[in-house]
């Protein structure tokens, strides 16, 4: 079946498989691939008379159920194809020296991000040339959509020293020949085909502006009810609670005096938004202030239903709700520690903290024996899928049974993880990487040049990104579905609520 991109702020997809084999000699048959990516689909065509090829996105063609079931992509969104040196002779032959530029996140040709794929990146003819024109020296012929396709190899030093082409990194030129037969002008349609580290994960992060008031404005935290139904929180001012309407970013009054640290809601019109001296909900019509014992500042909230409410932070700061007035705990393990994350999968599954980590059972809290310290991020699927991260990337797992030995998710701190399934889970951390799960492979992904991702822990999506130098502008990137795939779209849910952020440094050094 035959998948198709819809984008909101964040291109997503899910990708394709087919069957692998080894390297055909030229002219040889063989079956498509295993394990690669078909990243675009394009229509080319070639004016003898100016010397010229140019490729843009092609229009939809294949049937339902034929081998390349996703297509994802188009000529400069995850891939550009560039061709220079352009000759022809007469109406005899045409050449020209074609390049493979990288747009996505994810590194081409390789399974594990350090391993070549033999393979490399090839570029498969779904349409062969028109007007009788036919390809003189495909590198291979293979079955990818149909039997006897040809196809151009990139791959070894054509992908650089490694054997692999890194997001942004430009392959070496190839020469394509074609034998004219006569023909001044002739069009054809390639598919461009890789292995990717985290097939079912994200290709490209786009970021969106929102409200600014004169300066950067320091984004915290993002939960949404929906995909049109999203708010962001970030420092007092006038900007402090932004709304996602599913096309533009209006601001809320509500708590223009304070930092709003962290955002969760049981619905759209039941949104709580806390931070430094204010605890504030969201009505479906208006903010307004809800009353709290804490004496803290508060860095993070959750709950397992609007009558299932907690929300922690600094100096050992631990409060609840039951619909109401936030109350402080009378069970507090916390002490004087201060809590920096929260999650739980039910009323009577509830894991906080930071310098140590706590257990709810329902009855009494416990001291979780996890290996870690330094918390910053907790979430999870369910009470036996559980990920906590920490300081210098350290990173743990609960199985239902026991932690697992910390590891090391690159080397800075755990700013937030969030996913959909035991093997779709994002982590960001300070230094502005983000990473995904697959199951069984942490991979990382390249994020826009020049941003810091500041965490939000999710439910259902979202990643909130703002500039590191950036003046005039802060920027949020929200998720958007493929049909068919984990992460959503125009119209599925997205909800999402805070983590911790290095703009609350104040509150939270």
Same mark, same amino acid.
């Given at each position: 079946?035959?998948?198709?991109?819809?984008?909101?702020?964040?291109?997503?997809?899910?990708?394709?498989?087919?069957?692998?084999?080894?390297?055909?000699?030229?002219?040889?048959?063989?079956?498509?691939?295993?394990?690669?990516?078909?990243?675009?689909?394009?229509?080319?065509?070639?004016?003898?008379?100016?010397?010229?090829?140019?490729?843009?996105?092609?229009?939809?063609?294949?049937?339902?159920?034929?081998?390349?079931?996703?297509?994802?992509?188009?000529?400069?969104?995850?891939?550009?194809?560039?061709?220079?040196?352009?000759?022809?002779?007469?109406?005899?032959?045409? $050449?020209?020296?074609?390049?493979?530029?990288?747009?996505?996140?994810?590194?081409?040709?390789?399974?594990?991000?350090?391993?070549?794929?033999?393979?490399?990146?090839?570029?498969?003819?779904?349409?062969?040339?028109?007007?009788?024109?036919?390809?003189?020296?495909?590198?291979?012929?293979?079955?990818?959509?149909?039997?006897?396709?040809?196809?151009?190899?990139?791959?070894?030093?054509?992908?650089?020293?490694?054997?692999?082409?890194?997001?942004?990194?430009?392959?070496?030129?190839?020469?394509?020949?074609?034998?004219?037969?006569?023909?001044?002008?002739?069009?054809?349609?390639?598919?461009?085909?890789?292995?990717?580290?985290?097939?079912?994960?994200?290709?490209?992060?786009?970021?969106?502006?929102?409200?600014?008031?004169?300066?950067?404005?320091?984004?915290?935290?993002?939960?949404?009810?929906?995909?049109? %139904?999203?708010?962001?929180?970030?420092?007092?001012?006038?900007?402090?609670?932004?709304?996602?309407?599913?096309?533009?970013?209006?601001?809320?009054?509500?708590?223009?005096?304070?930092?709003?640290?962290?955002?969760?809601?049981?619905?759209?019109?039941?949104?709580?938004?806390?931070?430094?001296?204010?605890?504030?909900?969201?009505?479906?019509?208006? #903010?307004?202030?809800?009353?709290?014992?804490?004496?803290?500042?508060?860095?993070?909230?959750?709950?397992?239903?609007?009558?299932?409410?907690?929300?922690?932070?600094?100096?050992?700061?631990?409060?609840?709700?039951?619909?109401?007035?936030?109350? %402080?705990?009378?069970?507090?393990?916390?002490?004087?520690?201060?809590?920096?994350?929260?999650?739980?999968?039910?009323?009577?599954?509830?894991?906080?903290?930071?310098?140590?980590?706590?257990?709810?059972?329902?009855?009494?809290?416990?001291?979780?024996?996890?290996?870690?310290?330094?918390?910053?991020?907790?979430?999870? $699927?369910?009470?036996?899928?559980?990920?906590?991260?920490?300081?210098?990337?350290?990173?743990?797992?609960?199985?239902?049974?026991? #932690?697992?030995?910390?590891?090391?998710?690159?080397?800075?701190?755990?700013?937030?993880?969030?996913?959909?399934?035991?093997?779709?889970?994002?982590?960001?951390?300070?230094?502005? &990487?983000?990473?995904?799960?697959?199951?069984?492979?942490?991979?990382?992904?390249?994020?826009?040049?020049?941003?810091?991702?500041?965490?939000?822990?999710?439910?259902?999506?979202?990643?909130?990104?703002?500039?590191?130098?950036?003046?005039? &502008?802060?920027?949020?990137?929200?998720?958007?579905?493929?049909?068919?795939?984990?992460?959503?779209?125009?119209? %599925?849910?997205?909800?999402?609520?805070?983590?911790?952020?290095?703009?609350?440094?104040?509150?939270?050094?």
């Amino acid at each position: 079946m035959r998948k198709r991109l819809s984008v909101l702020i964040l291109s997503a997809a899910t990708l394709a498989a087919c069957s692998e084999s080894n390297l055909p000699t030229e002219g040889s048959q063989q079956a498509a691939p295993s394990g690669r990516a078909l990243l675009a689909e394009l229509t080319c065509k070639a004016d003898v008379a100016a010397r010229r090829i140019s490729c843009t996105p092609a229009a939809p063609s294949l049937a339902r159920g034929s081998a390349a079931d996703l297509i994802i992509g188009g000529q400069n969104t995850y891939t550009t194809l560039a061709s220079t040196n352009v000759v022809t002779t007469g109406t005899t032959s045409l $050449t020209g020296d074609v390049t493979v530029l990288n747009l996505t996140g994810q590194p081409w040709a390789t399974a594990n991000g350090t391993t070549p794929n033999a393979n490399g990146v090839r570029v498969f003819f779904h349409t062969l040339p028109s007007n009788g024109v036919t390809v003189a020296n495909a590198d291979g012929t293979g079955t990818f959509t149909a039997s006897n396709q040809p196809y151009f190899q990139y791959s070894g030093a054509d992908l650089g020293a490694d054997g692999i082409l890194a997001s942004g990194e430009l392959s070496s030129s190839k020469n394509w020949q074609f034998n004219l037969n006569g023909a001044t002008t002739f069009t054809f349609q390639v598919y461009v085909t890789t292995q990717l580290p985290d097939e079912g994960g994200v290709l490209l992060w786009t970021p969106s502006a929102v409200a600014q008031a004169g300066a950067t404005e320091n984004i915290n935290a993002i939960w949404g009810a929906s995909a049109s %139904d999203i708010w962001i929180s970030g420092i007092a001012g006038p900007n402090v609670l932004q709304h996602w309407n599913g096309s533009s970013w209006t601001s809320y009054a509500g708590a223009e005096s304070a930092d709003m640290a962290a955002l969760w809601g049981s619905g759209s019109s039941d949104v709580y938004a806390v931070g430094s001296t204010k605890t504030q909900r969201w009505n479906g019509t208006s #903010w307004s202030d809800v009353t709290t014992s804490a004496s803290g500042a508060l860095l993070a909230i959750w709950g397992s239903s609007a009558a299932d409410v907690y929300a922690c932070g600094k100096t050992g700061t631990l409060v609840h709700s039951s619909g109401g007035a936030f109350t %402080d705990v009378a069970s507090n393990p916390l002490g004087t520690e201060d809590c920096a994350a929260i999650w739980g999968s039910s009323s009577s599954d509830v894991y906080i903290g930071e310098t140590n980590v706590y257990h709810w059972n329902g009855t009494s809290w416990s001291t979780v024996s996890a290996g870690i310290t330094g918390v910053r991020a907790i979430w999870g $699927t369910s009470s036996s899928d559980v990920w906590i991260g920490g300081t210098n990337g350290n990173v743990v797992h609960w199985n239902g049974t026991s #932690w697992s030995a910390p590891i090391t998710v690159g080397n800075t701190d755990v700013g937030g993880i969030w996913g959909t399934s035991t093997s779709d889970v994002y982590l960001v951390n300070r230094a502005g &990487s983000i990473w995904h799960y697959n199951g069984s492979t942490w991979v990382r992904y390249r994020n826009p040049a020049d941003l810091v991702v500041i965490p939000s822990e999710v439910e259902d999506s979202a990643l909130v990104v703002i500039p590191s130098e950036v003046e005039d &502008s802060a920027l949020v990137v929200i998720p958007s579905e493929v049909e068919g795939s984990a992460l959503g779209s125009n119209g %599925d849910r997205l909800r999402a609520h805070a983590a911790l952020q290095p703009a609350l440094s104040a509150l939270h050094p």
